[in-house]
């Protein structure tokens, strides 16, 4: 019983390594140049191709698109001009928010939103929205306990508020502390990885160039509008900072098949890619299995051993 208990044992723990570390390596990505924005930003005629941008928006075509700049009473916004279509998709932005003052505010915000471009109160943009909004709140109103800058996210519906004074405890639907991520010495970006159905994760990276910090993560991921724009807007008050975007990646991400195919609509007209690193996954994979062979051996050797043993010293008595 002990034999057949350890092989059982030593089968399923490798199994179910082997099950997870094949999903991760069938994640695939295509870039979406519809939604990715990099300098100089701007075409020849001063105009960007996949975004518009509006209120105090600054665009310097060598350094970043300014949102606000570190004066009292500004807003800014930059949207895509097409909706995000893809079922699963990755978000990779890289930001600045930085100022002299002391003090600072308010903080800008990420949106998945039905609409685009309209300017108001929730860090530059309009309330009661319906979609994702991600919010990197640097001033801290009313939330005891909660250590600040604070990153939340919050699922709109259309018809909820968004409530400032108490930094929208009552409407988060995940969030995390980010101290350190104003003014930070690295590149500061955030990942928003996101799986219809299946999961939802925001990284961060604020503390060394290279380490991700998770933020949040979720199986049960919110529903976002099937016509949802891209954007970014800031706000401050009487307070104020600078808040930057230096560059948006996005990519379509989807499961391949054993054979090499895409899974059913996962990639719509998509062109296969990643042959390299495919070629390397397969001779990791040959390896792997034939450690686990050996482990599998192994363990059935030291479970036979135990078990001889315990026989005979069954039959002494």
């Not at 100089?40 to 949102?67: A, E, H, K, N």
């Not at 100022?99 to 943009?125: C, H, I, N, S």
């Not at 009552?170 to 955030?190: D, M, N, Q, W, Y």
């Not at 482990?295 to 051993?305: D, I, N, Q």
Request: glycine content about 10%; charged content about 20%.
């Amino acid at each position: 019983m002990l034999f057949k208990s350890t092989l059982s044992a030593l089968w399923l723990a490798a199994s179910a390594w082997a099950a997870g570390q094949n999903d991760e390596d069938n994640v695939k990505s295509i870039g979406l140049r519809t939604h990715t924005l990099v300098q100089p930003y701007l075409d020849s005629d001063m105009q960007s191709r996949w975004y518009d941008f509006g209120g105090d928006t600054i665009v310097r075509t060598d350094q970043y698109i300014r949102l606000t700049s570190d004066h009292p009473s500004q807003m800014g916004w930059l949207f895509s001009r097409v909706p995000l279509t893809a079922t699963n998709w990755e978000i990779e932005v890289e930001f600045k928010i930085h100022g002299k003052g002391q003090l600072y505010g308010d903080g800008f915000a990420m949106w998945l939103t039905r609409e685009r471009g309209k300017m108001g109160p929730v860090f530059g943009a309009a309330d009661k929205f319906e979609g994702l909004g991600i919010f990197f709140d640097t001033y801290k109103n009313n939330r005891p306990g909660v250590v600040f800058p604070y990153v939340m996210a919050m699922v709109g519906d259309g018809h909820t508020s968004y409530d400032k004074d108490t930094d929208g405890k009552s409407t988060e639907f995940a969030g995390c502390s980010a101290r350190g991520i104003r003014h930070a010495t690295v590149p500061t970006k955030l990942r928003l990885t996101y799986f219809q159905e299946k999961y939802i994760k925001l990284e961060l990276q604020y503390k060394s160039e290279g380490e991700w910090t998770l933020c949040f993560e979720t199986n049960e991921p919110p529903t976002i509008p099937q016509v949802a724009y891209l954007g970014f807007s800031a706000e401050t008050g009487e307070l104020s900072d600078n808040h930057d975007i230096i560059s948006i990646n996005a990519k379509n991400l989807y499961t391949a098949s054993p054979t090499g195919k895409s899974t059913p609509g996962s990639n719509k007209g998509g062109k296969k890619s990643y042959s390299g690193q495919e070629g390397g996954s397969s001779w990791t994979w040959f390896f792997m299995k034939i450690f686990f062979f050996f482990a599998v051996l192994g363990g059935a050797y030291v479970g036979f051993t135990a078990y001889r043993a315990k026989n005979q010293r069954s039959h002494r008595f």
